[in-house]
């Protein structure tokens, strides 16, 4: 029996806490994309989602810098050990940032790990508010100070940061080298922080216009919808993936 799948908005006002165990999802800010006058310009900032791990404490945190000879894959456990941020806005977003932030008890000091979905303006327009935050903006992971490392990230190799955390290759949308961050284990299950793999709930008429990929995706869409139950969208309100048993013919 196969199963059909649709989507439908999740509601509630940003900051949106989605609790879990081993860690819990906070959108901070939704993205919007809203045209303006009628030259084909639009107004559009990117959501901002927190990741909080359960065991970490604000008033016990003692960081210590991330040496990075054990390589990326102890580098990145190491980074999500601490909050993460899922991309950050534009730059006209910093002081919403800084106050949502604020608002759930995190400092930019804090940060431990930020990820940016792809390299556009309006996702990652803040990087410079995290100098001491360790960098995965599309496929390129820097410890703070410039240290690159490598990794084997592709569609077929997830990079793994922790139980049930993960980043997926998810190209596409500004080409090749677009990620998401997967988390399971929420109370409404797995959550996709998916940049723009999905513009917004509703957009499959829509999507292809800006996608500089759009085979590749149509693939990652397909395999994003295949694994979550909530996804945060890049430019609007997060939203469920409801799967429902189809009735076999008789």
């Known amino acids: 029996m196969s199963s059909l799948v649709r989507t439908e908005p999740l509601r509630g006002e940003p900051p949106l806490m ?52 054990g390589g990326a894959k102890t580098s990145l456990e190491e980074a999500a050990c601490g909050p993460i941020l899922v991309d950050t806005g534009g730059p006209w977003a910093r002081e919403a940032l800084l106050g949502a932030l604020a608002g759930q008890g995190v400092s930019p000091r804090d940060v431990t790990l930020v990820v940016g979905t792809h390299g556009h303006s309006d996702h990652i327009g803040n990087l410079g508010l995290f ?46 080298r677009d990620v998401s961050l997967v988390v399971a284990g929420t ?9 723009d793999v999905f513009e917004r709930v509703g957009d499959e008429d829509s999507w292809q216009a800006l996608s500089e990929d759009p085979v590749a995706q149509e693939r990652s869409r397909k395999r994003v919808l295949g694994a979550a139950d909530v996804v945060v969208p890049g430019h609007g309100a997060p939203f469920r993936v409801v799967r429902e048993a189809s009735q076999p013919e008789t």
């Open 18 to 69: 989605v609790p879990g165990d081993p860690y819990s999802v906070v959108v901070l800010l939704r993205g919007y994309a809203e045209p303006e006058g009628g030259d084909g310009a639009v107004r559009a900032d990117g959501s901002v989602t927190l990741v909080l791990p359960h065991a970490w404490d604000a008033a016990s945190n003692h960081r210590e810098p991330l040496p990075g000879d």
């Open 131 to 176: 100098p001491e935050a360790a960098l995965l903006v599309s496929h390129d992971f820097c410890l703070p100070g410039g240290l690159y490392l490598p990794h084997r990230l592709d569609e077929e190799c997830p990079l793994r940061l922790g139980p049930g955390l993960e980043v997926w290759a998810t190209p596409g949308h500004g080409g090749q």
């Open 187 to 195: 109370a409404l299950g797995t959550v996709v922080v998916a940049g």
